[in-house]
């Protein structure tokens, strides 16, 4: 009896040790911000190594307001879609392995943005919506952050949505920011937002529609845009900034420099709710990944463009 009765205790205790090995191999990296890697300098590095870059392609990341939740995009094969939007939670124990978001389908899906006051959520997605719509590709989707999570996405009643957008950014004033074709003209509008209804596209001055710029990344507080531009030739994008000057009018787009545009395949760039971090994607020797760099290189050229 005693014997049995040891056997079952061993089973127990083991089982236990399993399930808390089990437990542990799902948290990838310390409860820290950035999962506790040591911040870059001027020099972009690759971000989360076997985290988050993996060499499977990813590109476009964001992170929530208090930095304790980031989404990206892998493109991969999860259940038929190529591109899915991954997110990974930073609890206290630990970040949480990357896994397709709550609000994700099996569908081609990329480019999370979160607002800047971290209650939506923005992304391309080719899910349809009832009833669907056979014309339709692909649209802008936006979920809202609730008291359980992230809510069940809608289609952007937006401006953006109306034709070749993949991507918006938003304002702390609620200005949207993105790039599209209306009206027979190509490139980067924005449309305000007040009481919750967007009012009339504006398309943006020559001086940053010169380079025919797509993904834009507005800062907060509207200081300047970053977005990318194929200038030397298809699929050799490289990222621009442009400032905004006090009388309102922008500063023409500037190249970010080589430090940044190192390989013609830079896309997809935003910045940390923080401030700190300048994040973007990048290729090399095939592998697509994404960089982070210190967001004080905006501020050099920033000084830059003044001379």
Partial sequence: MKREFRIVLLAVVMASVFWFVGAEEELVAPPAPYFGL??????PEVFAPGIVSTGQFEFGIAFSRDGRECFFTRRA??????????????????????????FSRDVFEFLPVVSPD????????????????????????????????????????????????MMVSEAKSGTIYFSGMFAGKRGMFRAACQAGEYGEMERLPEEINAIRPAHPFIAPDESYLIMDAQVTGMGQPELFISFRKADGNWT?????????????????????????FLFFHRRVNGNGDIYWVDAGILDELREKIRD
């Fill in 252 to 276: 023409r787009a500037l190249n970010m420099g080589q430090a940044i545009n190192a390989t013609k395949t830079e896309f997809a760039a935003s910045v940390s709710p923080d401030g700190r």
């Fill in 118 to 165: 971290g209650r939506r959520l923005y992304f391309y997605s080719e899910r349809p919506e009832p009833p669907a719509d056979a014309a339709l590709d692909g649209d802008l989707w936006v979920t809202e952050k609730g008291e359980t999570g992230w809510g069940d996405p809608q289609r952007l009643r937006a401006p953006a949505n109306r034709r070749y957008c």
């Fill in 38 to 43: 040591k911040a870059p300098g001027m020099v």
């Fill in 77 to 102: 094969t999860y259940e038929g879609a190529d591109n899915r939007i991954l997110r990974t939670q930073m609890s206290d124990k630990g970040w949480s392995r990357p896994e397709p978001a709550s």
